[in-house]
């Protein structure tokens, strides 16, 4: 069964610019979740879909991020525009039905931002 | 607000050297403790859920018992394999992790 997905792995923009990233959950995963991890810090709680409807985005920095999930399915985060602080690792983690069910992590996705 | 700390935050441990990690933990209501793997580069990778207190789960050189306050991961003669940052986080409103702890096995 293939894990959870995030493309691309690395992205290396300019203050200003916009970013999207993706995550695929694990197939018939209702559960995706959005994380980040700055320089060295732990890992922050961004939002919580369940299948295409936020269930909880009280993690979401600011205005500039923008979290969609199509049909239940993938996810994406964009990032309009990117700031300096933005700079991290983006996680994107999958569970099943109930709230405290097991997440699974994808690799992440380093974001720079210059 | 819910809170993780966990300690030490870093390890150096001899190959068959046993030892504990601790992660201590404020929330309100909690709903479930995890202990989650972590190699440079790579995403967490989940090791255990832990529910209630008393409650203990075990997975080869690896076992994780929890409080009311704390969770401790025990490693029992660990190997070089085991290097990693081992993360503890925990359910209430929402996720909430630790700092984690950098754990290097030396041979």
């Known amino acids: 069964e293939a894990g959870v997905t995030q493309f691309p792995s690395h992205s290396v923009i300019e203050k200003g610019q916009t970013v999207t990233l993706r995550c695929d959950p694990i197939s018939g995963h209702d559960n995706l979740y959005w994380y980040r991890r700055v320089m060295g810090k732990e890992i922050k709680f961004l939002l919580h879909?369940?299948?295409?409807?936020?269930?909880?985005e009280s993690g979401m920095p600011n205005n500039r991020f923008l979290a969609e999930r199509t049909g239940g399915t993938y996810s994406t985060l964009k990032v309009q525009p990117a700031e300096l602080e933005d700079s991290g690792v983006y996680f994107c983690a999958s569970s099943q039905g109930r709230v405290a069910d097991t997440q699974y992590f994808g690799p992440g996705t380093r974001l720079t931002v210059l | 607000e819910d809170q993780v700390t966990q300690s030490p935050e870093a390890l150096r441990l001899q190959e068959g050297e046993s030892s504990s990690l601790n992660c201590s933990y404020t929330v309100s209501g909690l709903r479930g403790l995890f202990w989650y793997r972590q190699d440079p580069g790579k995403g967490p990778e989940f090791l255990f859920t832990?529910?209630?207190a008393g409650e203990e789960k075990e997975k080869e050189r690896l076992k994780a018992t929890l409080t009311k306050k704390e969770s401790f991961l025990h490693i029992t003669a660990p190997k070089p394999e085991d290097s990693a940052t081992y993360l503890c986080a925990v359910r209430g409103q929402n996720f909430v992790f630790g700092p984690g702890t950098r754990l290097s096995v030396l041979p």
């Open positions: 879909f369940v299948k295409e409807s936020k269930q909880d």
């Open positions: 832990l529910y209630s």
